[in-house]
């Protein structure tokens, strides 16, 4: 009896075999070559080793490294390193098998090659030194995507790193940058010196404005009278004063006595 049992054991271990699906990982049945619809998540599959298999594949984010060279409008050839960060959508891995297979890199490359050429093609090799690098990443990803998508294929990111340009464009962007600068610093001390200008303009005016009300409003029945006022002030003093005048305007002499 033991040895029965142990014989069926051993038998359903030959025709039964068990595939480990991870976080991460989706995996698809394979039997007599044909693919399954249905996708598997974490957890064991169990197949027959002798007539099927179990496909796995990673649903994670990955980055996909590649170092080309890039078209500009000019025609210059830029080199520089990729990374695009891609996805499969997990509820279509088995048509990605079907239609792609395994080897879909070389897709999303190619892909790539193709949308960057029509991107970069359209702007000047220094837009990739400039704030433009976003809009041209942007571009090549809504280009790759309109492919992709439909295979299943979701593009997260293009990042545009390391990029080299010929060294006289690189000369060129650095004199015109500096030149830049150089224009921005004399606007800068031109706006200074103006406003300098117009801030002494504004004090000249209101000193003369302020002289103008001075000398309109010191009439010389004005002046009579604070003279007067001034005089009745001293005369309260003790010390003996003499007033000289000429009938309109007095002159004071003090005669204080020192002791």
Do not use: W
Request: proline share 3%; aromatic share 6%.
């Amino acid at each position: 009896m033991k040895n029965t049992i142990f014989s069926i054991t051993i038998f359903g271990l030959l025709f039964t075999s068990c595939a480990i699906i991870r976080p991460g990982e989706v995996g698809v049945k394979q039997k007599l070559g044909r693919l399954s619809d249905k996708v598997h998540v974490r957890g064991p599959v169990f197949y027959n080793p002798f007539i099927g298999r179990v496909i796995k594949v990673s649903v994670q984010t990955n980055n996909l490294e590649l170092t080309l060279n890039l078209p500009s409008k000019e025609g210059l050839s830029i080199s520089s390193q990729i990374s695009i960060l891609y996805k499969l959508n997990q509820d279509q891995v088995p048509a990605i098998i079907r239609n792609i297979g395994l080897r879909y890199e070389t897709i999303i490359a190619n892909v790539f090659r193709s949308a960057s050429a029509d991107v970069c093609a359209q702007h000047y090799a220094k837009d990739l030194h400039s704030g433009l690098r976003s809009e041209i990443e942007k571009a090549i990803k809504v280009k790759m995507m309109e492919t992709l998508n439909l295979q299943g294929i979701q593009i997260d990111a293009v990042l545009m790193k390391s990029i080299q340009l010929p060294p006289g464009l690189t000369n060129s962007i650095e004199l015109k940058l500096q030149a830049e600068q150089d224009v921005m610093r004399m606007e800068f001390t031109l706006k200074q010196a103006k406003l300098e200008a117009d801030r002494k303009i504004i004090e000249a005016r209101g000193t003369s404005d302020a002289q103008k009300i001075i000398s309109e409003g010191l009439t010389n029945e004005i002046i009579k009278i604070r003279s007067i006022e001034a005089f009745l002030e001293l005369a309260k003093s003790p010390n003996s004063k003499i007033i000289v005048t000429d009938g309109q305007t007095p002159f004071l002499i003090n005669n204080e006595k020192k002791e």
